[in-house]
């Protein structure tokens, strides 16, 4: 039988919390609903839900601490709906936490295919990968410090626990999965919505600049240098490789 997916929207405006329940509810969710950002951590903590849709302006706590505080115990997907096209929102939402957001007014549509995205990535061992990349078995990498572990969803530097957001996870994945193939920010976006490189579909502006939030958030919880990186290797005006194996 399959394991009920779980939904918990935070938001405080009824309407929107009502037309968000019912798409996550067409899309086969269970869902659940706070109005405030205490309330929304504490059933963060208690359901352990699979998706978060996070209102950033809460009438207690704000989107960005309510992302922070919730990604201390959990690796569900957070979407921020934000009703500011700002873009110094979308960085600190990206930065606290968030794998993805939205600017409200959004279309239901576009939300239920945001989520569907995020569902749809594998979570079982890697795939091949291209030459170049480095040793590993069962879909653990290993590589100038770092251990990886698909299967655990664990990452290591040097001995150290690293703890990434699924998305960073992801990202750093497909990098490690390509090896020396330069991967440009459109392929990595198609990456996270678990579409073929080469498939030709759009990617925005705004899907791009995410990924370099993503990147750069990955960088500093590696303790990566981006003109030194021992991983994450920028190709400027490219994308991004694994960088070289270190003697």
Not at 57 to 75: H, K, T, Y
Not at 133 to 155: A, K, M
């Amino acid at each position: 039988m399959t394991e009920s997916r779980v939904g918990l929207v935070i938001e405080d405006d009824h309407d929107i919390r009502e037309l968000i329940r019912v798409v996550l509810s067409q899309a086969g969710f269970e869902v659940h609903m706070a109005t405030s950002g205490a309330a929304g951590i504490r059933a963060a903590r208690d359901l352990q839900p699979h998706v978060i849709t996070l209102d950033l302006g809460l009438p207690d706590i704000d989107g960005f601490e309510v992302a922070r505080q919730v990604r201390n115990f959990s690796d569900a997907y957070i979407v921020m709906l934000t009703a500011r096209a700002d873009e110094l929102d979308t960085l600190l939402g990206l930065e606290s936490g968030a794998d993805d957001y939205l600017t409200k007014p959004f279309r239901p549509r576009e939300l239920r295919a945001r989520v569907a995205a995020m569902m749809r990535r594998p979570r079982s061992g890697a795939t091949a990968a291209s030459k170049g990349e480095p040793p590993r078995s069962r879909g653990t990498f290993r590589h100038n410090g770092l251990v990886f572990s698909y299967s655990t969803r664990t990452v290591s530097v040097d001995g150290r626990d690293v703890q990434l957001t699924p998305t960073e996870f992801d990202l750093l994945h497909s990098v490690l999965e390509a090896g020396c193939t330069v991967l440009s920010k459109a392929d990595l976006v198609r990456r996270l919505r678990n579409e073929p490189y080469d498939a030709g579909i759009y990617t925005s502006e705004a899907d791009e600049r995410s990924v370099e939030v993503h990147i750069g958030n990955l960088r500093r919880k590696l303790g990566d240098d981006a003109q030194n990186p021992r991983w994450l290797q920028t190709v400027r005006g490219v994308g991004y490789r694994l960088a070289p194996p270190r003697q």
